[in-house]
T-cell receptor
Framework: DAGVIQSPRHEVTEMGQEVTLRCKPISGHDYLFWYRQTMMRGLELLIYFNNNVPIDDSGMPEDRFSAKMPNASFSTLKIQPSEPRDSAVYFC?????????????FGSGTQLSVL | GQNIDQPTEMTATEGAIVQINCTYQTSGFNGLFWYQQHAGEAPTFLSYNVLDGLEEKGRFSSFLSRSKGYSYLLLKELQMKDSASYLCALPKAAGNKLTFGGGTRVLVKP
């Protein structure tokens, strides 16, 4: 299996622009998570999906952030408009099943820089 | 809610042993994870503990004490490639939602 695939690996944009991050989870995994990592705040959960349905978006910082999962093999995280404080590494992860011991498989992340 | 505390950084010598502590507070305990994250890379799973005691997996071992809200990750026979951040994480009851600690950056010196 190719693992969780994210694109792009790096994104540099200017403040006010729209940014779209993409993720393909591992085939057969029922859960998909979007995390953000910064030096100051560590790894934070933004939103997660179960069977393509958003379950908990309490970590989404504000209305500028939105996420979709139109099918089992694709998800997007969109920031519109982007701001410099959104600069971070954004990770997508997937897991199989709902057991508490289920481990997460992370993608390589998208390094976002908003100038 | 959940709260996780880990030291920010540790330094150790190649071939030595390092113990990374994690203390936590949670309203409902559903086990504890350790993940490893090399600089510029994604976190990868190391271990999961739900019962008290020590679980050994090669050079890495993880210990849990539920009554004390305490876990540690023990790295033996340190190698240069073990230089990384080690993240302690707690799952919520449903949906595999993980809360991560800030991570401990371990630097292995020759």
């Amino acid at each position: 299996d190719a693992g969780v695939i994210q694109s792009p690996r790096h994104e540099v944009t200017e403040m006010g622009q729209e940014v779209t991050l993409r993720c393909k989870p591992i085939s057969g995994h029922d859960y998909l998570f979007w995390y953000r990592q910064t030096m100051m705040r560590g790894l934070e959960l933004l939103i997660y999906f179960n069977n393509n349905v958003p379950i908990d978006d309490s970590g989404m910082p504000e209305d500028r952030f939105s996420a979709k999962m139109p099918n089992a093999s694709f998800s997007t995280l969109k920031i519109q408009p982007s701001e410099p404080r959104d600069s971070a590494v954004y990770f997508c992860a997937s897991s199989l099943g709902s057991g508490r011991a289920e481990k997460l498989f992370f993608g390589s992340g998208t390094q976002l820089s908003v100038l | 809610g959940q709260n996780i505390d880990q030291p920010t950084e540790m330094t150790a010598t190649e071939g030595a042993i390092v113990q990374i502590n994690c203390t936590y507070q949670t309203s409902g305990f559903n086990g504890l994870f350790w993940y490893q994250q090399h600089a510029g890379e994604a976190p990868t799973f190391l271990s999961y503990n739900v019962l008290d005691g020590l679980e050994e997996k090669g050079r890495f071992s993880s210990f849990l004490s539920r009554s004390k809200g305490y876990s540690y990750l023990l790295l033996k026979e340190l190698q240069m490639k073990d230089s990384a951040s080690y993240l302690c994480a707690l799952p919520k009851a449903a949906g595999n939602k993980l809360t991560f600690g800030g991570g401990t950056r371990v630097l292995v010196k020759p």
